[in-house]
């Protein structure tokens, strides 16, 4: 079998890069192509002319406008012009109303490229359909263009992004927990679409793969990729599912609304099916709860039933008719709740929904540590490592759902600010173990800052770790935060047991034999080997041997971050 050196793969990926500009040209021209033919097989469309009759010079202005107002924040606010794959984040989260930047910020920052990527692919594919729907000219018989504010194109065309501004405020407001993005109002869209033009907008989400493809294959036209370890919690745990629902009933109740004003009722039949094919896609129906640090339940059957049990919510909220919905029983008509009924019962899940944000709105910190920890402090932020200490942020929200302020618990790399309200796990404890290191960006409008943590440790044989964490800011020196306990291998070698201690400078091998301490030295060096105790301990690559006489045992292993593993 004939195989590629990795001078030959190193050969073809550079050619592969070298006609990646050709791969996009090839891209281009297949989509107008594709187009182009479609354009003749329908030639009595006028696309054109239907966008004008809607739009000033059949443009979305307001979807335009929305875009770059997110982008702003993302550049200027974020700082991600300067820092395209590293805007700053903590400090634009809403954590609690007496910091009001974060909330007011929140629902139009995000924390990185694939987030507002996949936030303003959902507003231009959704934003369109809504904009069209208003349209930028007056539809009421006799009325003029300019006459008023109202009928004026330029003031119309302004309603998506106030509109916009506002969802994105109120989402900052009413979500729990301190969120982040732009997702709360592109589910307004995707809820006032939805009951407005139904199938337009169940189109637009099939569309959306397409466009998400077309988008990634002008950016990147190839990718290389290795299988390799991963570490992150289930996909379900990291959606707001509570802001994208507040989102998509805020957008629901206000095209209702408008509906209600143009008196126009779209086909209950349509607004059922798009209403259950947009929450199932959308994830609507990943309700879930944590449980502890790093653990979390998900109620997948309960979330599918309301997903169906909204879906006939909204056909009977839009639809104009009041008819039985249920057969005669004994000469009487059972009714469901008509339009009236069902907007109200809309409008009561958006108010209890939001209100669960409420506790976390009014949440405060101490900033209260353990007296020994140590702190990186950069100007209002302490950043620091823990491990099982109350998570002060929830606290509030666990001595209501639980009864105990202690329940939930935070373990790794936290971010403090008694200031603005932020109590943060920003790495785990697990996320550093398999990393081995990470960074920790804190800051505020205009100025950023960057804590770097360092792990480094041993693991015993059938009896877990001993490691040391450190922080430090850039181009500072490294403080010592975290010291675990002492450990002791499983093994026994000729009655002795071998333990491993962090130190300062590094960590020590201490060998024991029932209880006493026989001896300890500093674990050898790479290639290097120690007798103590009558132990001979001889570090090869990762692995750190016992040997006395004829016997070999393994005892410790040394922790390597994933990236550098072989």
Sequence with gaps: MLQSSPATVAEVLEAVRAIAPWQQLFLVVAVVVSVAVLRRLVPGERWGDRLRARFVLGVPWGTLLTVFGVLLVYWVVQGGWDHPNSPLVVPFRSWSYFYPLGVLVAGFAHNGVGHITGNLLGTVLFAPVVEYYLGHYPTDRGSESFASLRTNPFVRLLAVPVGSVAIGVFTGLFSMGPVIGFSGVVYAYVGFAMVTRPMLAVLALVSERVVDLLYRGLRNPYITREPGPGFSSPWWADIAIQGHAIGILAGVLVGIAVLAVREEYPNPLYLWFAALVLGIRQ????????????????????????????????????SSSNRSLVPRLEGRSLRLPGPDGSVAVLAVALVVLSSFAVPFGFATVSGELPADTATVEVRDYTVTYVENEPNQYVSLVNEYLYGDGQTIRSSGVVVISEDRRIWLEAISKSGLAFQGWGRVRVGGLGWRETVYADREGWSLVGNGSVYKVSLRERGERARLAYVSDARRARPTIDGRNVSIAPVDGGFEAVVTSNGSVLGRAPVPAQSNATTVGGLTLNRTGRELIATSNRTRVQVASESVPRAQQG
């Design 283 to 318: 994830s609507l129906w990943a309700i879930y709860a944590p449980l502890g640090a790093n653990s979390y339940a998900l109620f997948r059957a309960v979330g599918v039933g309301i997903v169906f049990l909204a879906a006939a919510l909204v056909a009977i909220a839009v």
